[in-house]
């Protein structure tokens, strides 16, 4: 059963300008008029939340589709995210489906083969930080990750790709490398140790995040989730 059909927060939000979003998303400076209400749940609430959800969607996954129309009304006005997922672009792993059901304006999400740090996702991950008060970042991989299976086949059999997919997979090939021989499945181990590489260059190389983390105000961690079981495997 789906639990988040309700519109889940009554708070108040206030607008960003057009200009206003374009300008952020550029890397330019916000306007100074520009204000939204920020999540008032501290990071450790937004992981229960998320682990709840998923409890949810592995014991009864229904796909939420009520109050849809209420709640966009309600988030055209702005939004207050309180997660950011950096995950894959795998059909398969849709984070709101994934967390329970959750509706539009709860999660700040980024996707890309193999959920890769890049500098658009960097920045994307600064700006729900920043500037939308989200207060968790999770790096979510998954099982038999076509991205990770790539940068194996290339750890180990030297594979040379195709086009941009190249570049991308080379990303994770450090990660190949240095956990060929190792005991346990070769892919899956490198999708839970690409993950957690991720988590950690985003708080070493984000000077944003890494200050908003040392405020208390942010925490990073990273995730596995299994195809089969539906389950997210959180690592803290």
């Not at 059909?5 to 979003?21: I, K, Q, W």
């Not at 995950?87 to 193999?114: I, K, Q, T, W």
Request: proline share 4%; net charge negative.
């Amino acid at each position: 059963m789906c639990l988040n059909c309700e519109n889940p927060d009554r708070r108040r939000f206030l607008s960003l300008t057009v200009a206003g979003v374009a300008a952020a998303t550029a890397g330019l400076a916000l306007p100074t008029g520009a204000a939204f209400a920020k999540t008032e749940l501290t990071a450790a609430e937004a992981l229960q939340k998320l682990k709840d959800g998923n409890a949810r969607y592995m014991a009864a996954p229904e796909e939420c589709a009520a109050d849809l129309m209420k709640t966009r009304e309600t988030v055209a006005e702005g939004q207050s995210p309180w997660a950011t997922i950096l995950g894959c672009a795998d059909s398969r792993v849709p984070p709101e489906l994934v967390f329970g059901g959750l509706n539009l304006g709860e999660l700040f999400v980024c996707r890309n083969a193999g959920n890769m740090a890049d500098t658009a996702t960097m920045g994307t991950i600064e700006y729900g930080a920043e500037h939308l008060g989200s207060p968790l970042v999770v790096v979510l991989g998954h099982e038999r990750c076509g991205a990770v299976k790539a940068a194996c086949d290339v750890a180990q059999n030297g594979t040379e790709l195709p086009g941009n997919i190249k570049p991308m997979v080379d990303a994770i090939v450090p990660t190949a490398k240095d956990l060929m021989g190792k005991d346990g499945d070769f892919v899956d181990n490198v999708v839970i140790e690409s993950a957690r590489r991720t988590a950690e260059k985003i708080k070493a190389e984000s000077e944003i995040v890494a200050e908003l983390v040392k405020e208390g105000k942010v925490k990073v961690v990273y995730a596995r989730y299994d195809l089969d079981s539906g389950e997210v495997t959180f690592f803290e």
